[in-house]
């Protein structure tokens, strides 16, 4: 599916493609489960999302597109860098201050922070981006995104010796060291209970079973059975 051009005014088109094409270069050598790739579908389904809830489709569309350009996680823990990062490729489209404020909100709200922290939308268009961006990070894409993140950090697979965290903190979260299998306990088997929209439940139920399975296999085979 391509983007929904025809939806847009010509010149939102014109700002949209040209942030694709710039989001793409810079994510072309990502592998730690943020490529091109993840970007792509959390755009396709962000929309998917927008339309079913009737939000703005130029603001999903920029958020989405822009809600990982830099991520606190590979930054030193830095937050902020993400929005101002957003900000500036918005600025240099000339796209307007109000528009630019809408889309920063959302890629602040975006992260998942913890067990313990609550992280609503406040806008039905972060809703839809929020919803897509954990969507992926769920049911067999998002199996294989956490492996090749915890890959990437040398976190072991599996630690029998070490129980999962409930974190009541953004801190305490972001400088967790635990196995991929505790991130499933951690975050992963809980998203689908975060999902804001009707549409995001629906897909999320679905992909919540399959890692629910995938989870309880790899467990007995854990265990030689
Ligand atoms: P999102 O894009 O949903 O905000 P993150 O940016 O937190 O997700 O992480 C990117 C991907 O890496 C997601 O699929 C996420 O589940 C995974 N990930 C993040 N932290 C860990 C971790 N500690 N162990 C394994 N996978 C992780
Ligand atoms: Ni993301």
Known sequence: MTAPFTELTPAQAQVVGALREEVQTRFRHESTGHDWWHIERVYRTALEIARQEKADLYIVSLAALLHDIADHKFHD???QIGPA???ALLRQQEVDEQTIAAVTAIIREVSY?????PTPASSIEGQAVQDADRLD???AIGIARAFAYGGSKQRALHDPSSAPQLHSSFEAYKTSQGSTL???YEKLLLLKDRMH???GKRMAAERHAFMVQ???RFLKEWEGK
């Open 77 to 79: 823990g830095d937050e």
């Open 85 to 87: 990062t957003a900000a």
């Open 113 to 117: 922070k913890g067990a313990g922290v």
């Open 137 to 139: 990070a769920i049911g």
């Open 182 to 184: 505790n991130h499933f």
């Open 197 to 199: 929209t009707e549409s």
């Open 214 to 216: 995938f989870v309880e």
